[in-house]
């Protein structure tokens, strides 16, 4: 079975700029979360999809944004990017909200210029 | 809100020997989940060991167990036998079993320990 897939893997922005992660979570997994990691402010999460629907939410502004489709895809957009933007976006994917794993994808390094 | 801490930010072990990286959460719930994940160079994060809260017997998976210590809100992960692979960062999680709260299905992180194998 494969795994979580996230493209693309590198990408780099300048400010002001908007920019859109992709997910593909483990064939038969319904539940998608998303998190930021920077060196600073370590792992911290974003949102949660399940069934296309946003479960739940970090403390992140609404420049943050994403949406899962109905093939259990997800994606994520960042608006307007900033300089402390730059992280690596990580998406896990699971069963379901309370599964018992997360599985993670390797990641897109985003950096802002 | 639910706080994880991992108060030594690096850990050094010589090959074959035992290391054990400590983890403190603060938490008011009663059900909960609790993980290890390693996070090697290669930045992927890979699932070590995990635990229910509401098991007393601690986990084991091969080389790796922890020291779940429930009243003191404690999550110690032990590494015996080291081996060069185990290089990595580490970071212990916690995960609420509340399917009724908001934060449900969330990972919140430590800000992780990297340790160093030497040959």
């Known amino acids: 079975k494969a795994g979580v897939t996230q493209t693309p893997r590198y990408l780099i922005k300048t400010r002001g700029q908007q920019v859109t992660l992709s997910c593909s979570p483990i064939s038969g997994h319904r539940s998608v979360s998303w998190y930021q990691q920077t060196p600073g402010q370590g792992l911290q999460f974003l949102f949660e999809?399940?069934?296309?629907?946003?479960?739940n939410k970090g403390n992140f502004p609404g420049r943050f944004s994403g949406r899962q489709f109905s093939n259990s895809r997800s994606e994520m957009n960042v608006s307007t990017l900033e300089l402390g933007d730059s992280a690596l976006y990580l998406c896990a994917s699971s069963l379901a909200p309370g599964s018992y794993e997360q599985y993670f994808g390797p990641g897109t390094r985003l950096t802002v210029t | 809100a639910q706080t994880v801490t991992q108060s030594q930010p690096e850990m050094s072990v010589q090959e074959a020997e035992t290391v054990t990286l400590s983890c403190t959460y603060d938490t008011s719930e009663s059900d909960y989940y609790l993980f290890w994940y390693k996070q090697p160079p290669s930045r992927q994060m890979i699932l070590v060991i995990r635990q229910e809260a509401y098991k007393q017997q601690n986990a084991t998976e091969n080389r790796f167990s922890v020291n779940f210590q429930k009243a003191a809100k404690s999550f110690s992960l032990k590494i015996s036998d080291s081996q060069l692979g185990d290089a990595a960062m580490y970071f212990c999680?916690?995960?609420?079993?509340?399917?009724?709260?908001?934060?449900?299905?969330?990972?919140?992180f430590g800000q992780g320990t990297i340790l160093t194998v030497h040959p």
């Open positions: 999809y399940f069934s296309e629907t946003q479960r």
């Open positions: 999680a916690y995960r609420s079993a509340d399917a009724g709260g908001t934060s449900y299905g969330k990972l919140t």
